[in-house]
């Protein structure tokens, strides 16, 4: 299912180092808030492909994660004054608590009843940020303060951001294969896979997907603290069902069940979003011919078409 | 004739109540297209909003452009749309049939998206007028009731109760169910299952384009009018049980009053009801009020 299983350890290293230079000299090849942008929605379809790839129930809703996140970090930092990491953990933290309650109710439910589920909790969440006085309604909280990172880096500078930004998302991924290739990860395949069967041995299956739509929902609490301290304003999109779609589209467009498969999938939609930005209708008929075609002809995705090739390759035995 | 009833005017009541059960009208309408779909095809058609508002832009494309009338829209509409449906079924849709479903979701959101971003491509996302076909209404000494409104409320009841009589209760509906139970038996017995499946599909988006012309004197005819229904009618689904006919129906209209008079006593909870509905609901019975425990 991994990579890891079919690429050996020394290609593994190389990949890594090949892609830890890319992130260093990315900001100098692409306009730095555009690779920021890219990180973050990369960090949302990550920790949504965790829900969906790994567990096996495809969430409908995680924008209201990304979105609540990004408006308790904007809230905090403008009208409390907090520091970014306070006010990014905030976000974070509020994320997590929506999260263990909608999961509480959502996740008693599988299948296509649990992606319905999602999506209206997630309209619900809208309909509170649509009406509350504290999110400015259709204006958003605008002119979000950067601040100094632990009073030490400065992040109105573009190039710091950056690199916090990256550290910040290598380490959320770092975080998310702790979590597939821990014991707690494997029960998760298992539910996804044979969901009696995990029973039948004992697993409290319930726990299990509680826990991990938390901590799902915990990951695209960061992306969406992360995305205001970029773009330093919280607005609707953010808990909008599109945003929901989209992170489900860089899931399927790079692989949903591979590590990287969020990342590529983000670099083609953002791309998309970007080279398409002022022409909002051709975007959404673009985003959807590419749902469609995605599904009806490389459901495997980007990366795990790669995957698929690389170990057919593997089989064939050698001349 | 009181003049108030629990502090509020009898007029603004009554006047919500009937805004109420038009919405539940329509909320019934689509969440038994829904139903239908989900009961025979194991499919959630998200592409059920943007063929709403496809019959709609149908209705005002035939009258604009070929001077047909509201009473034939009523009738070709549906037609037009279930058949864009049932071309959709047989070229993309059954290739999915033997995946998991969300696979079949997200093809008919890719669906939803061509269609709502063609039609915002070219009509923008203001709105269109239709005319109201039947002007005029009841005054009675407690509030106007507009003919039109009180016909919607009529039609979609006479549609829904229809339906479920066909589904329920004749040959063909018996087959229908039986086709959902046991594909592999039917088959044996010589029925067309394949063919069953696609006029199904073609039936529950035949409804929402029905939705849709109903649909369209009253709001006005926007490509953006099935995105903003389609996720509330998820939520009344949700809550009536999934693929359960009668509790679509009960759940559509339930929740259409439900919501109109949350407007008259707590307006600001208006928008979100039929989710905090929702969120009891699964607290309390998880497969909705009608729902089996499949």
């Not at chain 1, 979105?67 to 809230?75: D, F, R």
């Not at chain 1, 004054?81 to 933290?93: E, I, K, R, S, T």
């Not at chain 2, 949700?238 to 919501?259: C, N, P, Q, T």
């Amino acid at each position: 299912m991994t990579h890891h299983a079919l690429i050996s350890s020394r290609q593994t290293v190389v990949l890594l180092a090949l892609g830890a230079c890319a992130l260093l000299a990315a900001p100098w090849l692409a306009y730095p808030a555009f690779m920021m942008k890219l990180l973050c929605f990369a960090l949302l379809a990550g920790s949504l492909n965790l829900m969906v790839g790994y567990v096996g129930l495809l969430s409908f809703g995680h924008a209201m994660f990304f979105g609540s996140a990004a408006y308790a970090t904007a809230h905090a930092m403008t009208t409390w004054n907090w520091g970014p990491a306070l006010g990014v953990g905030f976000g974070v933290a509020i994320a997590a608590l929506l999260g263990a309650s909608t999961g509480l109710l959502a996740i008693r439910r599988a299948g296509i009843a649990f992606s319905m589920i999602t999506l209206a909790c997630a309209q619900l969440v809208y309909f509170v940020a649509l009406r509350s006085p504290f999110t400015g309604g259709e204006d958003g909280i605008q002119n979000v303060p950067r601040g100094d990172l632990f009073g030490l880096l400065d992040l109105s500078d573009d190039m710091t951001l950056y690199y916090v930004i990256a550290t910040a998302v290598v380490a959320a991924f770092w975080f998310i294969w702790r979590i597939v290739h821990s014991p707690f990860g494997q029960v998760l395949v298992a539910i996804r896979d044979n969901e009696p069967r995990a029973i039948s041995l004992g697993y409290r299956v319930n726990r299990y997907k509680l826990l991990a739509f938390t901590l799902s929902a915990a990951l695209a609490g960061l992306a969406g603290g992360l995305k205001v301290l970029v773009f330093q304003i919280a607005t609707l999109t953010d808990v909008s069902w599109t945003t929901s779609g989209e992170a489900l589209l860089m899931g399927i467009v790079g692989g949903l069940q591979t590590m990287l498969g969020p990342v590529v999938g983000a670099i083609v939609v953002v791309t998309m979003q970007n080279s398409l930005s002022a022409f909002a209708e051709s975007l959404l008929i673009l985003q959807g011919v590419v749902f469609v075609l995605v599904v009806l002809l490389f459901r495997r995705g980007i990366v795990g078409e790669i995957n698929a090739l690389v170990a057919r390759r593997r089989q064939r035995p050698a001349p | 004739m009181p003049e108030t009833l629990f502090g509020v005017p009898f007029a603004a009541f009554v006047g919500q109540l009937l805004v109420g059960l038009i919405n539940g009208g329509f909320y019934a309408l689509m969440s038994l297209g829904l139903a239908i779909i989900f009961g025979m095809l194991h499919v959630v058609n998200f592409a059920h909003g943007a063929q709403y508002m496809l019959g709609a832009f149908v209705a005002w494309g035939l009258l604009e452009y070929a001077g047909i009338n509201y009473w034939w829209s009523l009738l070709l509409a549906p037609l037009i749309v279930g058949a864009v449906g049932i071309f959709l079924e047989r070229t993309m849709l059954r290739r999915l049939y033997h995946l998991d479903h969300v696979y079949a979701l997200l093809l008919t959101y890719g669906f939803a998206l061509i269609l709502e971003g063609s039609f915002r491509f070219k009509f923008g996302a203001t709105g269109q007028p239709y005319a109201n076909p039947i002007s005029g209404g009841l005054d009675t000494d407690f509030a106007f009731l507009p003919w039109y409104r009180l016909w919607v409320i009529a039609a979609s009841l006479t549609v829904c109760l229809l339906t479920w009589f066909t589904i329920e209760r004749t040959k063909l509906g018996s087959y229908l169910r039986a086709a959902t139970e046991n594909p592999q038996l039917v088959r044996t017995f010589g029925i067309n299952v394949p063919r069953m499946l696609m006029l199904t599909y073609g039936l529950g988006v035949g409804l929402a384009g029905f939705s849709g012309v109903m649909a369209a004197p009253i709001y006005q005819v926007s490509p953006l009018m099935g995105s903003n229904l389609i996720i509330v009618v998820f939520a009344v689904v949700v809550i009536g049980g999934m693929g359960s006919i009668v509790g679509s129906i009960v759940a559509g209209f339930g929740l259409g009053v439900i919501e109109g008079l949350t407007k008259v006593f707590f307006p600001e909870f208006a928008g979100i009801v039929v989710f905090l509905a929702m969120l009891i609901t699964l607290a309390v019975r998880p497969n909705g009020l009608f729902g089996s425990t499949a």
